[in-house]
């Protein structure tokens, strides 16, 4: 069992930064692969970055590569999510996830992932 506690949202304007954190129970951190999702109000829930258990690969949804960076640090189990060039429409729920994966692999799609966080909202202004 895996339980995440996402923080770091919240409101910004346009152009700022934000850096979230998810913190996570367990062992076993290091055997996860990792990911950022996003809910906006009255839409799907969308992938936004993942990266996997030793932090050597990542993986950037179109809409915020080059602005945004994962990364996570195994010996505090943790994943970050570094937002840079913030635009309203980042405006969502921010939630962590983890998901088994054999290797070193990557996983893009939320029905891949076990565990999931509660969710931090992050609201940016124009």
């Known amino acids: 069992q895996v339980q995440l506690v996402e923080s770091g949202g919240g409101l910004v304007q346009a152009g700022g930064s934000l850096r979230l954190s998810c913190a996570a129970s367990g062992r076993t951190f290091s055997s996860y692969a990792m990911g950022w999702f996003r809910q906006a109000p009255g839409k799907e829930r969308e992938f936004v970055a993942t990266i996997s258990g030793n932090g050597g690969i990542t993986y950037y949804a179109d809409s915020v590569k080059g602005r945004f960076t994962i990364s996570r640090d195994n010996a505090k189990n943790t994943v970050y999510l570094q937002m840079n060039s913030l635009k309203p429409e980042d405006t969502a729920v921010y939630y962590c996830?983890?998901?088994?994966?054999?290797?070193?692999?990557?996983?893009?799609?939320?029905?891949?992932?076990?565990?999931w966080g509660q969710g931090t909202q992050v609201t940016v202004s124009s």
């Open positions: 996830a983890a998901a088994q994966i054999v290797g070193w692999g990557l996983a893009t799609r939320a029905n891949e992932y076990n565990y």
